[in-house]
C-alpha cells in the first residue's frame, strides 16, 4: 500500500515539473529571438498551467483536513486573522498589479480579444510618423 507521504511525493513530482516547464515558458515568451526547434511556447505555457491549475487542485484536496484545521487554528487568533487578510489582499494587490502591467509594460502584454485588436491594427497601419506617443 501507498503511504500518504508517498503519495504526495508522486503528485509533487508531475506538479513540479510541469510548474517548472509553464514557469520557464512564460519567462520565455517575450523573447522573441529564443527558438526550440518549432516548440510553440504559447501553447506549452497555456496548457502546463491548465494541467498545474488541476494538479494544485488534486494537491489541495489531499490536505483538505490540514487546511481545515489550520484555518481553525487561526480564526482562533486575532492577530493570525489580520495577518490571512493582509497576505489574501497583498497577493490580490500583485494579481491585479501583473495583469495591469502585463498590459500595459511596454508593449509585451497580450491584447485583449475584441476592440483592443482593431485598435491596435489600425495603428499598425499606420506609418511611423504619424504615430505620437
Same mark, same amino acid.
Given at each position: 500500500?501507498?503511504?500518504h507521504?508517498?503519495?504526495?511525493?508522486?503528485l509533487?513530482?508531475?506538479?513540479?515539473?510541469?510548474?517548472?516547464? !509553464?514557469? $520557464?515558458?512564460?519567462?520565455?515568451?517575450?523573447?522573441?529571438?529564443?527558438s526550440?526547434?518549432?516548440?510553440?511556447l504559447?501553447?506549452?505555457? $497555456?496548457?502546463?498551467?491548465?494541467?498545474?491549475?488541476?494538479?494544485?487542485?488534486?494537491?489541495?484536496?489531499?490536505?483538505?483536513?490540514?487546511?481545515?484545521?489550520? @484555518?481553525?487554528?487561526?480564526?482562533?487568533?486575532?492577530l493570525?486573522v489580520v495577518?490571512?487578510? @493582509?497576505?489574501?489582499l497583498?497577493?490580490?494587490?500583485? !494579481?491585479?498589479?501583473?495583469?495591469?502591467?502585463?498590459?500595459?509594460?511596454?508593449?509585451?502584454?497580450?491584447p485583449?480579444?475584441?476592440?483592443?485588436?482593431?485598435?491596435n491594427?489600425? $495603428?499598425?497601419?499606420?506609418?511611423?510618423?504619424?504615430?505620437?506617443?
Amino acid at each position: 500500500m501507498i503511504s500518504h507521504a508517498e503519495k504526495n511525493y508522486f503528485l509533487n513530482i508531475p506538479l513540479t515539473i510541469i510548474g517548472f516547464a !509553464c514557469l $520557464i515558458s512564460g519567462l520565455l515568451l517575450g523573447d522573441k529571438s529564443v527558438s526550440f526547434g518549432g516548440l510553440n511556447l504559447k501553447s506549452l505555457h $497555456i496548457w502546463t498551467g491548465y494541467i498545474m491549475t488541476g494538479l494544485i487542485g488534486l494537491h489541495l484536496l489531499m490536505h483538505i483536513k490540514w487546511i481545515q484545521n489550520i @484555518t481553525t487554528g487561526i480564526f482562533k487568533n486575532r492577530l493570525k486573522v489580520v495577518s490571512l487578510v @493582509t497576505t489574501i489582499l497583498i497577493s490580490l494587490g500583485i !494579481c491585479y498589479a501583473s495583469g495591469i502591467l502585463g498590459q500595459n509594460g511596454k508593449g509585451q502584454g497580450y491584447p485583449l480579444k475584441g476592440q483592443n485588436q482593431s485598435i491596435n491594427s489600425s $495603428i499598425q497601419d499606420q506609418p511611423d510618423s504619424t504615430i505620437t506617443q
